[in-house]
């Protein structure tokens, strides 16, 4: 008796519009990872990585390039070896943590050696958009008592964005991310200014690959690389420009590596951020295991769809929940 894998990709609508200062995305496609032994299936999810080229498609492929190796018994380390970071693997991972409770009997965080997860305050994204939207998007999640808002930021106009956001939410704590676009910036004077609103995070102000202009920067606020650092490889590059990581298990390519790369971190002295592609409740499963670490939870991508999966991780306002085993683990 041998394993059997399968994979496809699966569309879920995006409630309204999710903006970034990439572009607008109304759909998110993902990708299904199941792995079947003895009649007990083991389900993972990814998104793809858009900003390193994956597509859907080219995740499912890659997924199915491994059914060979998944049918020869291959392990969660043998994929550290097998495969690439990224989502591809990310969806083999989880696929082979929740196979491996479901036989068994086990929950994951039992099988990884962690304590019992305990329920987590997830951080609400606001939309980029402009100041007086989001000033609309902020009062709303604080009338569903949001209490961590995510601003999505652009460069040209943030202060007036995160002003506009104060106003709508004056209780609410405050992080932003601003995706690579504060290359070119003052990022020192940038970072003054956003303390003034009580931010107390800023997410990846410049270009992957352009670390270095943040030399010398001791700004108010830590610095957290999300595109910068993908997997423990990146550690060393990080570390002394940042003060703060955002693990996504699509971009380390699974809990497994996830797990790791939080060590390595903290034994740097580095924060640690929880982050998600948009994705379903089973996407954010596995990461909610590694969220138990960290300072920042940023896992909202359900809330941000317009419908999830059955069985699905239960939400009360910003409280997410550990994932029930009928969906995952």
Known sequence: MKPTLTARIERFPVAGVFNISRGAKTHVDVVLAEITLGGVTGRGEATAIYYHGETAESVCAQILEQSSAIADGASREDLLRLMPRGAARNALDAALWDLEAKRSGQPVWQLAGLAEP????????????????????????????YPLLKLKLSGEGDLDRVAAVRRGAPDARLIVDANEAWTGRDIMAEAHALAAFGVELIEQPVRAGEDRLLDGIAAPIPLCADESCQDRSDLKRCAGRYQVINIKLDKAGGLTEALALAKAAR?????????????????????????????????????????????????????????????WG
């Open 118 to 145: 305990k329920p987590l305050v997830t951080a609400y994204t606001i939309s980029l958009a402009d100041p007086a939207s989001m000033e609309n998007a902020a009062r709303a999640a604080a009338a569903k008592a």
């Open 267 to 327: 034994e740097r002295g580095l924060d640690l951020m929880i982050g998600c592609m948009l994705s379903t409740s089973l996407g954010v499963a596995p990461a909610f295991l590694a969220g138990q670490q960290a300072r920042w939870v940023d896992l909202d991508g359900p809330l941000l769809l317009a419908e999830d999966r059955p069985d699905p991780v239960r939400f009360e306002g910003a409280v997410m929940h550990p994932p029930p085993r009928a969906l």
